[in-house]
C-alpha cells in the first residue's frame, strides 16, 4: 500500500488529507493547518506523519552526546513563576555562586573523560558580567582546545549586555572571540508576549530572544531552540512560537535542533496548573516535527519526559534523547520529575535506544558521528559510564 493510500485508510477529514499530501510530498504546512493538527488530529494520525519526516530526514538513526554541565549559580535576579530551580537574592543562603576558579576546576575534573563539550547556564547576577564570561570562555579554551562551549541563553546576554551598555552584536562578537562555539535553546519558554509577560516577566522578550540567535546565526554559528508547554499557553501561543522559529530558520538556516520542554508544577508558583497528559507530551512533538519542516533534529530531554516516553516519542518525530546524566537531574527532580536516577550509563541510553527498534549514534554537538552503538555489544555496564551531564537549557 502506498503512503498515500495509508494515510486516506486512515481518515476521510478532508482537511488531514491535504495536510498529509504535504507532508509526503515535502511541502510546508500553514499556521491553520498547524492549529488543526493540535486541536483535531487523531494521535496515530499525527504519529504516522511524525515518524514519516523523522525516518525520510534520519531513518533508525538516534542521537546522543557526552558532555558535562556547569550552572555557575541558582541564585536569579528574575522571578519566572514557572521555575523550580533558581532562588532569590533575597535566599542567597539557599543557593550556590561558584568562582571563575571553581568553574575551571570542574572542567578540569573531565580532563581524562571522553566528553566533546561543556554546557553553562545558570541564573542572572551582575558579578557573572562580560568581563567573567569572556575570561572563563578564554580559559577554558586554552586548558582544552578541543572542548566545545554551548553557553549561555539570550536571557543571560541580554542582561549582560545591557550592563556593560553595548549593542548584541558587539557583544555576540566578543563572545564568539572569546571561544563560546554554539548557544543552547534556554529562555524562550513561550514568545507571545501575552503569556510571556505572566510567566517569564522582567526577562528579554520573545522578539529580543530571537534577535541574539539572529546575530549569533551571521557570525556563522549554531545554536538550539525551545519551547515551554503544558501551563497556561493554548494553541495560538504554540502555533506563534513555531511559526517565529520557522521563519528565523528560514531566514539564517542557524538552527540545529528543537527541543519541547515539559512544564513541571512541583516547588514553584504555578504548582495549582495541572500538567499536560503523556498524550498531550505525543501531539506536541509530532506536531513540532511536522511544523518545523526546516530543522533537522527534534529532541526528548529523557530525565523530564520521563525514559518510557521518551522511547514513545521515537515514534513520534524525535531523532535526539540528549545523552546520559551525570548528577544534574536536580533541575527537573525539583520540578517533580519521576526521572531520580542521576545517571545512565552509555550502555543502558543504547539499550533504551535499540529497545525500540533505532540505531543509537553517539555525536558531538554539531552532529558529526563519534560512535554507531548499532553492533555493539556491552559486556560491563559500568565501564561505558558516559561522564555526561546535560541541563534543562539545551
Known amino acids: 500500500m502506498s503512503n498515500i493510500a495509508l494515510v486516506k485508510s486512515l481518515t476521510k477529514d478532508a482537511t488531514l488529507l491535504t495536510i498529509a499530501e504535504k507532508v509526503l510530498n515535502n511541502q510546508r504546512i500553514t499556521e491553520t493547518e498547524g492549529t488543526y493538527l493540535f486541536d483535531d488530529a487523531p494521535i496515530g494520525y499525527l504519529g504516522f506523519l511524525a515518524n514519516y519526516i523523522r525516518e525520510a530526514k534520519h531513518g533508525d538513526r538516534t542521537y546522543f552526546n557526552r558532555n558535562f554541565h556547569i550552572e555557575p549559580t541558582n541564585i536569579c535576579l528574575y522571578t519566572c513563576s514557572f521555575c523550580s530551580y533558581s532562588r532569590l537574592i533575597k535566599k542567597r543562603s539557599e543557593g550556590w555562586e561558584y568562582t571563575m576558579d571553581d568553574i575551571l576546576n570542574i572542567v578540569k575534573k573531565y580532563d581524562d573523560k571522553p566528553v566533546t563539550e561543556v554546557h553553562i547556564v545558570g541564573g542572572v547576577l551582575p558579578q557573572y558580567d562580560l568581563e567573567f564570561y569572556t575570561t572563563l570562555f578564554s580559559k577554558i579554551k586554552s586548558h582544552r582546545p578541543?572542548?566545545?562551549?554551548?553557553?549561555?541563553?539570550?536571557?543571560?546576554?541580554?542582561?549582560?549586555?545591557?550592563?556593560?551598555?553595548?549593542?548584541?552584536?558587539?557583544?555576540?562578537?566578543?563572545i564568539q572571540e572569546s571561544g563560546a562555539d554554539s548557544m543552547p535553546g534556554g529562555g524562550a519558554?513561550?514568545?507571545?508576549?501575552?503569556?510571556?509577560?505572566?510567566?517569564?516577566?522582567?526577562?528579554?522578550?520573545?522578539?529580543?530572544?530571537?534577535?541574539?540567535?539572529?546575530i549569533w546565526h551571521k557570525l556563522g554559528q549554531r545554536s538550539n531552540a525551545t519551547m515551554l508547554y503544558g501551563h497556561i499557553e493554548n494553541t495560538m501561543h504554540r502555533i506563534d512560537h513555531l511559526e517565529k522559529l520557522r521563519a528565523l530558520q528560514d531566514e539564517t538556516s542557524g538552527f540545529q535542533t528543537f527541543i519541547p520542554l515539559k512544564f513541571r508544577n512541583k516547588g514553584n508558583d504555578m504548582s495549582h496548573v495541572s500538567e499536560s497528559t503523556t498524550v498531550e507530551d505525543m501531539r506536541m512533538y509530532a506536531v513540532s516535527r511536522i511544523y518545523l519542516d526546516n530543522f533537522d533534529h527534534i529532541k526528548a530531554y529523557?530525565?523530564?519526559?520521563?525514559?518510557?516516553?521518551?522511547?514513545?516519542?521515537?515514534?513520534f518525530g524525535v531523532n535526539d534523547v540528549d545523552g546520559t546524566i551525570d548528577d544534574t537531574t536536580k533541575i527537573y527532580s525539583m520540578a517533580g520529575s519521576e526521572e531520580q536516577t542521576p545517571a545512565l550509563s552509555t550502555a543502558q541510553l543504547v539499550k533504551l535506544i535499540r529497545a525500540v527498534g533505532r540505531k543509537p549514534i553517539e555525536r558531538d554537538t554539531l552532529y558529526n558521528v563519534i560512535n554507531d552503538y548499532t553492533d555493539t555489544v556491552f559486556e560491563d555496564d559500568d565501564k561505558y559510564k558516559g561522564y555526561i551531564a546535560l541541563p534543562v537549557n539545551n
Open 146 to 174: 578541543d572542548l566545545h562551549i554551548k553557553a549561555l541563553t539570550p536571557v543571560e546576554y541580554h542582561y549582560i549586555f545591557k550592563k556593560a551598555k553595548i549593542s548584541y552584536e558587539e557583544g555576540m562578537k566578543l
Open 189 to 214: 519558554e513561550i514568545f507571545h508576549p501575552e503569556i510571556r509577560d505572566e510567566i517569564a516577566g522582567g526577562k528579554c522578550s520573545g522578539e529580543e530572544w530571537l534577535d541574539i540567535h539572529r
Open 302 to 315: 529523557w530525565p523530564m519526559i520521563g525514559r518510557d516516553t521518551t522511547q514513545t516519542l521515537l515514534a
